[in-house]
């Protein structure tokens, strides 16, 4: 073979192989991974699933999006309404998850702390015939009879055809990360959907200080979101009955030098009466709640 011929070939060969190096590491360079947290609105197949993301500072803001995982492996143990931390990967044309991992509700906060500590023990002590087990997502949610802030008896079977958001607080809770933003994120959920409200949403908190939150303390903290109370429901009623429901979605509360230490839960029930989500603590947004809610409606209920 000519040297010349050959030198030029090594040349090429040469170049080609810088070129196709440089193509990966610029197509590796183009490959941005950013840890995000999600609500899990429902999963598409075996291999993708829609999440409510909050937003990724510096990056996107939050939105409703459809992910395929990386590995399909972890969403077999995840569920709708689940909350979830994972790795989006953005590519140049694509995107998925990776990393997928259930997001377990820890506060580092004090009273919060107090809380966990309490709810191990009373669940180590708590000897009560009657009490009834915290159920378990995909569980029917029995009927209990509560008293609204009009002094008017409500039966959550009342609800059936209906989704129902339900939440827990005290109005004499002083912080405002706690029962108020609980609260509150009702509120947004009701003015969101304040065309379906009473037709096809309902919302319900119960208060669990019913010796001193009756109907007519709850008429006045009710209207704190007087734009969206026509569907919303404030609830109160005698100690046991109180107790009873709110131990169904695993809300325990103990009374602490004049507050009440409690966890915070906030329940979406389907409209066949089912438990659809149970999400422990705050961490959440108004606007994830809410698009849980919204693919909650747009399920028709079973025959």
């Not at 506060?107 to 702390?113: H, I, V």
């Not at 009009?150 to 609800?159: A, G, N, Q, T, W």
């Not at 404030?234 to 979605?249: N, R, W, Y």
Request: aromatic letters at 8%.
């Amino acid at each position: 073979m000519n040297p010349r011929h050959m030198f030029r070939g090594l040349a090429l060969v040469a170049l080609f192989s810088a070129l196709a190096c440089s193509a990966g590491a610029s197509s590796a360079k183009a490959l941005q991974r950013y840890r995000a947290f999600g609500l899990v609105l429902k999963l598409d197949g075996a291999n993708s699933f829609t999440v409510s993301c909050k937003e990724i500072p510096g990056f996107m803001d939050a939105m409703e999006m459809h992910l395929s995982a990386a590995d399909a492996g972890q969403l077999k143990t995840v569920k709708p309404g689940e909350m979830v931390d994972f790795t989006l990967v953005v590519a140049d044309d694509s995107q998925y998850a990776e990393d997928i991992r259930v997001h377990h509700f820890q506060s580092a906060d004090q009273r919060q702390l107090e809380a966990q500590c309490l709810r191990i023990v009373a669940s180590a002590f708590d000897s009560r015939p009657n009490a009834p087990a915290m159920l378990a997502v995909g569980q029917k949610v029995p009927d209990f009879t509560l008293i609204d802030q009009h002094d008017r008896p409500v039966k959550l079977s009342e609800m059936s055809g209906k989704v129902v958001a339900l939440s827990f607080m005290y109005t004499r809770c002083s912080f405002t990360q706690y029962c108020l933003r609980l609260s509150n994120n009702l509120g947004l959920v009701g003015r969101r959907f304040s065309g379906q409200l009473g037709t096809d949403l309902a919302l319900m908190t119960i208060t669990f200080d019913p010796k001193n939150d009756t109907p007519d303390v709850l008429e006045k903290y009710s209207q704190t979101w007087k734009s969206s109370v026509g569907g919303w429901y404030f609830l109160t009623g005698p100690s046991d009955d109180v107790k009873k429901a709110c131990l169904l979605f695993g809300m325990n509360f103990w009374s602490d030098m004049g507050m009440i230490a409690h966890v915070m839960h906030t329940v979406v029930i389907d409209r066949n009466g089912v438990l659809l989500a149970n999400l422990e603590g705050n961490e959440f947004t108004a606007d994830q709640l809410g698009d849980l809610l919204e693919a909650a409606m747009d399920r028709k209920p079973a025959p």
